[in-house]
């Protein structure tokens, strides 16, 4: 028999230690705790990751959290955006994978972001991303970011060049370096420079129809 679903959760991660009480994680805590209890949920589970996002969905907090939702714990899961479950958020075939397998559960998934997660919002958002540039290139001249990349999500490691990578490859999107070694990437047939201009958005500067 499985438990019965009285109660939410809510989820944080942080790319790098983080305190206790500090800040930073209230910042991120506080805010999904008010909004789980403004759903009507006073019985609230808190699951942290701290300084650790993983591409792959293999944080301590994220897995436990996981299982409890198999033995039916819970019936919505607050998170502030889908770059908390894992790095790159819906642009992670793996983060996709989760919504999913949590949906068909009878689980919802809500971002103080983007709402309910799910397929279809997912999709939506993917595609709004990824099509931006020819809103840039055939219909409104002001819109032509590409991408937003959370620079909180970044391991120190990491540089935004890294992000963008991993935010191509999952889309399948083609890429390499110019002779100047400038990256540069083919998307919906066309090559261009994706440019940070800063507080991680990511403008698209096409060059030319991709014909190779």
Not at 145 to 167: F, K, M, P, T
Request: charged letters at 20%; one cysteine or more.
């Amino acid at each position: 028999m499985s438990i019965p679903k009285t109660q939410a959760a809510i989820y944080c991660s942080f790319s790098t230690p983080t305190p206790n009480n500090s800040p930073a994680m209230e910042a991120q805590r506080l805010p999904l705790l008010n909004f789980a209890k403004s759903s009507g949920f006073d019985d609230v589970v808190e699951y942290i990751d701290n300084g650790e996002i993983g591409f792959t969905l293999d944080a301590p907090a994220l897995k436990q959290l996981t299982n409890d939702i198999y033995m039916g714990k819970f019936k919505k899961v607050f998170v502030i955006d889908a770059t908390r479950i894992g790095k790159f958020g819906i642009g992670n075939p793996a983060v996709l994978e989760w919504i999913e397998k949590v949906n068909a559960l009878g689980v919802e998934i809500i971002s103080t972001d983007m709402g309910i997660l799910n397929a279809q919002s997912c999709a939506q958002a993917l595609h709004i991303k990824s099509v931006l540039f020819r809103n840039s290139l055939f219909a409104d001249p002001d819109i032509d970011i590409l991408l937003s990349i959370d620079l909180d999500s970044l391991d120190q490691s990491e540089s935004i060049n890294d992000a963008i990578r991993g935010w191509l490859n999952a889309n399948g999107h083609r890429w390499d370096y110019d002779q100047d070694g400038q990256l540069r990437a083919s998307i919906g047939g066309v090559w261009g420079y994706p440019n940070h201009v800063g507080n991680g958005d990511i403008e698209w500067l096409p060059i030319a129809p991709d014909n190779a």
